[in-house]
């Protein structure tokens, strides 16, 4: 009968499963590889990689890409995406498992191999186990990208109200343009 005791053991014993499971293996063979994929909207895009070591999923991380051009296709995203992110990347691992081949694959794959000091390959699975892995990543990329997309209207709607809320309370003809504030902290009550 003591409900609300149950209820936070409950999920006490769900966390310290949560922490103790081990990490899902996806790759029987040892795999080291980044698996990527691109989720389009309009105007943006969000390209989710998946961080796949000794063949277990450790993780992944998604990257909002802002201001795509109509004319920009997911080859173009991606190999975009590639050059800035391993440009900096602590490690580039030997495989890039991709949702669709990179623009210019070829210059990429030298530049990748330069970076990594040895061969890096890019590959568009067909088929089997990484087919698999790629549309796990793109739907999570296409769940971003809707989550983004909801947060960004949600933050629209509530400017929207603040400018109306703002406009009223003043008796403003039209939403102001422009708000100036002055920190006025250091006069020490003068």
């Given amino acids: 009968m003591h409900f609300e005791l149950a209820a936070k053991l409950r999920d006490q014993i769900k966390g310290i ?18 698996v990527l994929a691109v989720a389009r909207g309009e105007g943006d895009a969000v390209v989710q990689v998946a961080f796949l070591r000794n063949g277990t999923l450790l993780g992944s991380e998604h990257f ?27 490690l580039v691992p030997p495989l890039l498992i991709a949702q669709v081949a ?26 089997g186990e990484r087919k698999q892995l790629v549309e796990m990543v793109a739907k999570s990329a296409a769940e971003n990208l809707e ?16 400018m109306t809320e703002l406009q009223t309370s003043l008796n403003l003809p039209r939403w102001p343009r422009r708000i100036e504030c002055f920190d006025n902290s250091n006069t020490q009550g003068t």
Avoid: C, M
Avoid at 122 to 127: A, F, I, K, N, W
């Fill in 102 to 127: 990179p623009a210019e694959g070829e210059v990429l794959g030298e530049w990748l191999r330069a970076k990594r000091g040895g061969a890096v390959q890019v590959v568009v699975p067909q088929r």
């Fill in 64 to 90: 909002p890409l802002s201001g795509v051009a109509a004319e920009d296709t997911a080859e173009v995203l991606l190999a975009s995406f590639v050059t800035q992110f391993y440009a900096t990347a602590a």
């Fill in 147 to 162: 989550q983004g997309r909801l947060k960004w209207l949600s933050d629209e709607q509530k400017a929207t109200a603040a």
């Fill in 17 to 34: 499963r949560h922490i103790v499971e081990k990490q899902k293996i996806v790759s029987e063979k040892g795999t080291n590889a980044d």
